[in-house]
């Protein structure tokens, strides 16, 4: 089993700055791409960030500039620094991680951003 735990959600205004952390642990041998999604209510998960094992990294358009995703030197640690948010950044953010070609979910963290 692998076990994802979240942390670092909130609240913030307008320009404000959060850090999102996953931790990985349990069966993770083998784990390779880690990334964040978001769902806001209404709408699909999407897509924010993603960062391969060799560090290799995507995002979506909307988030460029502004948000950054890495990892640490055990590469089971994923983090998302948010810097510049607004209000439309507001959603449930999920961790999202490969481990031997199976995927994983994190149980997801608010972040709410006010005008």
């Known amino acids: 089993q692998v076990q994802l735990v979240e942390s670092g959600g909130g609240s913030v205004q307008a320009g404000g700055s959060l850090r999102l952390s996953c931790a990985a642990s349990g069966s993770i041998f083998g784990i390779t791409n880690m990334g964040w999604y978001r769902q806001a209510p209404g709408k699909q998960r999407d897509l924010v960030a993603g960062?391969?094992?060799?560090?290799?990294?995507n995002y979506a358009d909307s988030v460029k500039g502004r948000f950054t995703i890495s990892r640490d030197n055990a590469k089971t640690t994923v983090y998302l620094q948010m810097n510049s948010l607004k209000p439309e950044d507001t959603a449930v953010y999920y961790c999202?991680?490969?481990?031997?070609?199976?995927?994983?979910w994190g149980q997801g963290t608010q972040v709410t951003v006010s005008s």
């Open positions: 960062i391969s094992r060799a560090g290799s990294t």
């Open positions: 999202n991680v490969w481990v031997l070609a199976k995927n994983y």
